[in-house]
């Protein structure tokens, strides 16, 4: 073996984030943003953000699922695929196996279906405590295969977007699937069917170049890192420093790229109500609450 | 060649470009330029040309050959407008029924404060979601460096092929070593892992065909894309389309 695998297997995630575990051990964090002092009491009221200057934290898919998901509506699918080390490449499965313990989940994706305000929707919501939401063959497969099924049912898509983009450790294959799942997309458009796409903290890469881009409805969640580039990468091509606020969802909403940029506190009502504008089927009860926003 | 000297191959400054390519290959060719939105992005060619007796609608990234195209051309790594633009052509190509030919030679799309700000992300998403249905064949040859999305963004295609020492790859090999261990010096080591030469992306079945480097070049090339051209024209524009998503959609397909 020519190379040394990392001795933390959690070498190489990036800066730390503070993730569910995090958060039960410190009972007092640090805003990202504000820096500010937080209780966790506080911020777990708060759908974790932060009171003071409305930071959105990262959480996890299954906690935005329980924000989104009117209660007991979701049912997940292909929950049991999950990524193998296709191209055997060194430390990848040392990374899997980090990944798994650190998020709970199988890959860096939750696909299903729920109701939002009683309205059926496919569901797909990328967690970013899995090789911090990389795209890799499993990722794109869970994808394709959520715009293939709502397509057969002529439902929507609302999905939830965290990546760092395309998963190097699967190569190539990793980058087809920016082309898979737009394809996916194309189809289910073509049916004539509603993509809406929230993108979080941060969206950048494939993901971005992708599907995330792709929805007809395209929203962020306040203060969110969205772009194609890193900032890191640019700042090494151009050797400058990037102005404040380059690349933010303020900066994506001020040059056009995104439709809105919704607090998460609001994102449920939102999309309830966006999801009835697109849905030709009977006035019920339920949608005429909602209707009252 | 070890792959790493297949990375130097695809990148020697004096290898052939994709305007050499489509002056050998094609007749006539009459360039296109601008995307209608902002600007004309010179990393990458475009217009029609004869292939044969057809008309083709002809897309390259062009880095250029002395120090003073190549900065003029940024390269090869093209703008989001570079990708608009090829996309303005295509429709068109569509529109008349001509196929499509691209020729991607790309380190990757430009990272800068101008990309990001008109939609580099949101532009070769555009590209990849259209070229998916665009009722005319593509067939989408790597001839040098095929770096990431700004390649894939002109390369979904009804086939994709490589020249002999040319490379796919999702991160270079630089990138990938930084990442990986922190030291770019370790290129050599990436593109060994990386699978980024046409031979490692022939047998992961990623594309079609290996078009060898010898003095048949351009002649092998030209009677190849005239062959597959004319066997894509014969399809209905339905199954023409449906081949080419079955063609991405099985790649990394898990057994169900």
Not at chain 1, 255 to 268: E, L, P, S
Request: proline share 4%.
């Amino acid at each position: 073996m020519r190379f040394e695998t990392p001795k933390n297997p959690l070498e190489g995630h990036g800066k730390p984030i503070p993730c569910a575990s995090d958060i039960v051990m410190a009972s007092q964090i640090v805003c990202d943003r504000c820096k500010k002092t937080l209780t966790l009491d506080e911020l777990e009221s708060q759908m974790h953000i932060c009171p003071y200057c409305r930071y959105h934290f990262q959480i996890n898919a299954r906690q935005r699922i329980h924000i989104i998901a009117d209660a007991d509506t979701f049912t997940e699918s292909d929950k049991e695929l999950t990524p193998h080390n296709i191209l055997a490449f060194p430390g990848y499965d040392e990374k899997l196996a980090a990944a798994r313990l650190q998020s709970a989940e199988s890959d860096s994706v939750i696909c299903g279906a729920c109701e939002i305000g009683g309205h059926k929707t496919a569901l797909f919501v990328m967690e970013p405590f899995f090789m911090m939401g990389s795209m890799g063959n499993v990722t794109g497969e869970k994808i394709t295969r959520t715009f293939e099924r709502a397509q057969a049912e002529n439902m929507p898509v609302v999905g939830f977007t965290v990546s760092g983009g395309a998963r190097m450790q699967e190569g190539i294959v990793s980058l087809m699937q920016m082309a898979k799942t737009s394809g996916a997309v194309k189809k289910h458009s073509d049916g004539g069917n509603l993509f809406v796409c929230v993108l979080a903290n941060p969206t950048t890469g494939g993901v971005t170049a992708s599907f995330a881009m792709e929805a007809d409805v395209v929203l962020a969640e306040p203060h969110a890192l969205i772009g194609f580039a890193g900032p890191r990468v640019i700042e090494q091509t151009i050797r400058k420093k990037l102005p404040p606020g380059f690349q933010r969802s303020e900066f994506q909403l001020e040059h056009g790229f995104v439709d809105n940029i919704v607090d998460r506190t609001k994102q449920k009502k939102y999309l309830a109500q966006l999801l009835k504008m697109h849905s030709s089927g009977p006035r019920t009860e339920r949608s005429e609450q909602d209707e009252r926003l | 060649m070890n792959a790493y000297e297949k990375v130097s191959a695809a990148r020697a400054k004096d290898r052939f470009t994709s305007l050499d390519l489509i002056n050998a290959v094609f007749k006539g060719f009459l360039e296109m330029h601008g995307d209608r939105y902002y600007a004309d992005d010179k990393a990458i060619v475009t217009g029609i040309a004869y292939l044969g007796d057809i008309p083709v609608t002809v897309v390259g990234i062009e880095k250029g050959h002395s120090v003073k195209e190549r900065t003029m051309r940024n390269f090869g790594s093209a703008h989001p407008e570079g990708y608009r633009k090829a996309l303005r052509q295509m429709k068109l190509a569509e529109k008349f029924h001509r196929p499509v030919i691209c020729f991607v030679d790309t380190s990757g799309a430009y990272c800068g404060i101008g990309p990001e700000e008109r939609g580099q992300g949101q532009a070769i998403a555009q590209n990849l979601m259209e070229m998916m249905t665009l009722k005319t064949p593509i067939i989408s040859v790597i001839i040098g460096e095929g770096g990431s999305g700004g390649a894939l963004a002109l390369a979904v295609a009804n086939e994709v092929w490589m020249l002999e020492n040319s490379i796919y790859s999702v991160i270079s090999p630089e990138g990938c070593a930084s990442i990986l261990w922190k030291d770019n010096t370790k290129a050599k080591e990436a593109s060994e892992f990386l699978k980024l030469t046409a031979e490692d992306l022939l047998s992961l079945q990623i594309i079609e065909r290996v078009i060898p480097e010898d003095k048949t070049l351009i002649d092998t090339l030209r009677s190849q894309l005239m062959m597959a051209v004319q066997t894509y024209q014969a399809l209905p524009p339905n199954e023409l389309t449906e081949r080419r998503y079955n063609r991405f959609r099985r790649i990394g397909a898990v057994d169900r």
